[in-house]
């Protein structure tokens, strides 16, 4: 018998998803404030919030962030009242990013000061496909149900091979995906793996490194087939509300994306910007966008051609 019952805390969109789609959704008693999805975990009690004010434009966001960042201190802060209250076994965190989620550091201070009683810290931080498998494992041995981590990665890399079967015979594009809109940044760790399996090149970003920040120039220089936005936390609705960020430069119509029609807009938050194991479903975008009548819709939920509104 693999399973035992815990109380799991997970401070990560991400790994709320993989705790869930490992069958222990009902084990999870607390959540941060971005977790959203699956269904239901919106009623968790949430253990995190930011320490700055998250409405505003792309660059004021930035500003903020920054701000905190000098000063040496983490974006996220810890409830460490509500982890006593919700008394966790086990506590999933990261130490990948201070903009996606509360440090392993934070987590620790707080777990000392206020727990009583030990508690597992589990701490993931992938920078590609093959390190979110490991991390799934990891969780996997940790909460004691391995063999449900064995065949969830096993589903994702049948999955991304599917998908692959489906664009290998299509000509390869050229794509340049932009993670953030003021300053300019594009998507690097796992996603231009994910770009690869749809037969697209990613430009401007590598596998396993962070996003990079860009010039104006160097896109107007690079002149991409393909522009795909996915600001990091955005919906498809929150981004068209900045899209003039992009459409007022310089230059933008002179595009050779922008003169064929072929800039999109995806849901960054719910797909590209969680490593678990709804990556599968970004990459499905990904490949209908390239041809959109040999892969199954994700247009309505988790997509949209920028010339279409």
Known sequence: METTSKRIVSLLPSTTEIVAALGLKDQLVGRSHACDFPPGVVSLPTCTQPKFNPDGQSYQIDQRVKA???????????????LTELNPDFIITQDHCEVCAVSVNDVKMATQAYLNHAVEIISVSPTTLAEVYDSIRQIAEALNVAKAGQALTQSMQNDFSAIGETTVKQPAKQLLNIEW??????????????????????????????????EWNDIQALDPEIICVMPC???????????????????WTNLQAVADKQVFIADGHHYFNRPGPRLTDSARIFAEILHPTAVSSYRNRGWINFFDQ
């Open 233 to 251: 936390g955005y919906s498809i609705d929150q981004t068209l509300n900045e899209m003039h960020l992009l459409t007022q430069r310089n230059g």
């Open 181 to 214: 809109l003021d300053p300019l940044m594009t998507a690097g760790n796992w996603v231009p793996e994910l770009a690869d399996i749809a037969n697209l090149k990613t430009e401007l970003a590598e596998t396993g490194a962070h996003s990079p920040w860009v």
């Open 68 to 82: 905190l960042l000098q000063e040496g201190l983490s974006v996220y802060r810890v409830n460490a009242e509500k």
